[in-house]
């Protein structure tokens, strides 16, 4: 189970999506939708689309790029607190990672924010 040993003083609460939130792209021009695998707000108040990416498709840059724009124009907007974009690489490493966004002094590697 992903969630299986979070630290409430790491991830406030974690949302799998497909709940409504989809962010536009186009592929070869053609327009498309790109749904994040997870929503996770951290105890420190940011907010986490996150991304599984246990390998690499065509579209995935794609997908990555607009993931980034679309976090770029809610940190804008400034209604809705801190978003960041991560992608995790290494599914076991996840709770590294966020330990490492919410200040742990841990080393986490493998992180690709946007």
Not at 38 to 66: N, S
């Amino acid at each position: 189970m992903l969630t299986e040993g979070w630290d409430a003083n790491t991830v406030t609460h974690i949302v799998g999506l497909r709940l409504g939130l989809r962010i536009p792209y186009r592929k070869q021009g053609v327009p498309a939708h790109y749904y994040p695998d997870f929503i996770a707000v951290l105890a420190t108040g940011l907010t986490l689309l996150i991304e599984i990416k246990g390998r690499y498709a065509d579209d995935a840059d794609l997908k990555a790029r607009a993931a980034q724009r679309w976090v770029a124009a809610v940190n804008r907007c400034g209604e809705h607190g801190s978003w960041r974009y991560l992608v995790i690489a290494e599914p076991p490493k996840l709770m590294l990672e966020l330990d490492q966004l919410r200040g742990s002094t841990r080393e986490a590697k493998g992180l690709v924010l946007g």
